[in-house]
Every structure is written in structure tokens, then in C-alpha cells.
């Protein structure tokens, strides 16, 4: 059982668009979801967090959005990059309680087209 | 400054071999964390060491061990390997405890992973 989904296992996106990234959880005691970018052959990166408090947060290009009704939370990039291409995991933990608890999704390909 | 450090990059074994797997988290990170992304999937937890103690452990079988050594680098071995076992091993390391590094700018920092083959 995922508790952490990313129903879209690739995306394409013409440079200069807004690319938006999906990521659906189940368990309701996610309260903190992070953004982690990885390149080929490369580890991830850390790229944005939000906290349950708040529905949105924003850093450059990047901006997470997070629907706790839902329980959706979306990663938008605008305007998007060529070297946004990679492949991008959501996560969530329980907060607090343990740093191990963090699931992650399976990822998303995304890939800017010229 | 230096991030976290993973050897080897792959590693080929065969089936019932015994594989280790090394890692150097940042310097002043005390916690260090073991994932394995299997082909298709996301990363799954594997072990959590902090202070050189092994605090938590994924859903994983037994002969998934590890250990981390008093200057916080860590070793993960995998024993009567199987097929299943091929994937990407990342590390990540944090400050201390874990719990605090998840609510600042910077949480946990991957390793470029160690690439295991079962052949």
C-alpha cells in the first residue's frame, strides 16, 4: 500500500511553461511533505518543504501547494528550464515524531522540451 | 564543503555473495540514513543510525544490517544476497536526532548512491 503516490510517472513540458507535479497521500498524519530533484547518477536533492500550517510555499521558480482536504499536494515550476529535467520524488513524514518516517513516491520524470 | 560520500559507485555480486556498502556524511551530520530504490519505485527506508546506534529500521529482513562508527560514517551490509536485491543504495546524513533538520531549509543530504548488481 503507497502512502505517498505519484500517479504520473513522466511529464513533458515546453520551455518557458509552468510545469505542474502531482503527489496524492493516504495517511492523515503527514504534517510536513518535501520536494527532492535527482539527476542520473545522482542523489537526491532537496528542492522545497511545506509544513501542514501552511498551503503554500514559495522559493524562486518553485512553489509547493499543499490541500490537506485533499491530501494533494502539487509542485509547480515557472517558468521551466531545461535544466529542470530530472526526475522528481515527493515526500511526507509525520513531522516530529521521527526523520526516518519520511515515504517517499516513486517519482516523476519531467522533461523540458526547447 | 565536502557532501555526503558513497563507495563504491557499483558493486556486482552474485546471488548468496555478502555485500558492504560504505558511507561519509557531512562533517558535523551525526545521523545517517540508509534508502534503496529498487527499478520502478520509489526510495525505501532502510536503517536510520544516530550517535552510533541503530534507532530504526524499515520493513526490511534481517540480513539487512548496518552499523555506523564513532566518526558517524556507516556501513551497510547486505547478507545471502538475491536477485531482488539489485538497486540504487542511497545514503543521506543530518544534524543530529533528525527530528530537527526536518523543519529547517536543509534536510536530509544524499549521497550519489552505490549501484548493486545481483548477477
Known amino acids: 500500500d503507497q502512502q505517498v503516490k505519484q500517479n504520473s510517472p513522466s511529464l513533458s513540458v515546453q520551455e518557458g511553461r509552468i510545469s505542474i507535479l502531482n503527489c496524492d497521500y493516504t495517511?492523515?498524519?503527514?504534517?510536513?511533505f518535501l520536494w527532492y530533484k535527482k539527476y542520473p547518477a545522482e542523489g537526491p536533492t532537496f528542492l522545497i518543504s511545506?509544513?501542514?500550517?501552511?498551503d503554500k510555499n514559495e522559493d524562486g521558480r518553485f512553489t509547493v501547494f499543499l490541500n490537506k482536504s485533499a491530501k494533494h499536494l502539487s509542485l509547480h515550476i515557472v517558468p521551466s528550464q531545461p535544466g529542470d529535467s530530472a526526475v522528481y520524488f515527493c515526500?511526507?513524514?509525520?513531522?516530529?515524531?521521527?526523520?526516518?518516517?519520511?515515504?517517499f513516491g516513486s517519482g516523476t520524470r519531467l522533461s523540458i522540451r526547447p | 564543503e565536502a557532501g555526503v560520500t558513497q563507495s563504491p559507485t557499483h558493486l556486482i555480486k552474485t546471488r548468496g555473495q555478502q555485500a558492504t556498502l560504505r558511507c561519509s556524511p557531512i562533517?558535523?551530520?551525526?545521523?545517517v540514513y540508509w534508502y534503496q530504490q529498487a527499478l520502478g519505485l520509489g526510495l525505501q527506508f532502510l536503517l536510520w543510525?544516530?550517535?552510533?546506534?541503530?534507532?530504526n529500521r524499515g520493513n526490511f529482513p534481517p540480513r539487512f544490517s548496518g552499523r555506523q562508527f564513532p566518526n558517524y560514517s556507516s556501513e551497510l551490509n547486505v547478507n545471502a544476497l538475491e536477485l531482488e536485491d539489485s538497486a540504487l543504495y542511497l545514503c543521506?546524513?543530518?544534524?543530529?536526532?533528525?527530528?530537527?533538520?526536518?523543519?529547517?531549509?536543509?534536510?536530509?543530504?544524499f549521497g550519489d548512491g552505490t549501484r548493486l548488481s545481483i548477477l
Open positions: 543521506a546524513s543530518s544534524l543530529g536526532g533528525g527530528q530537527r533538520e526536518l523543519y529547517s531549509n536543509q534536510p536530509q543530504h
Open positions: 495517511n492523515s498524519m503527514f504534517d510536513y
Open positions: 511545506i509544513s501542514s500550517i501552511k
Open positions: 515526500a511526507a513524514s509525520p513531522g516530529y515524531s521521527s526523520a526516518s518516517k519520511i515515504i
Open positions: 562533517s558535523g551530520h551525526t545521523s
Open positions: 543510525y544516530d550517535e552510533g546506534e541503530e534507532r
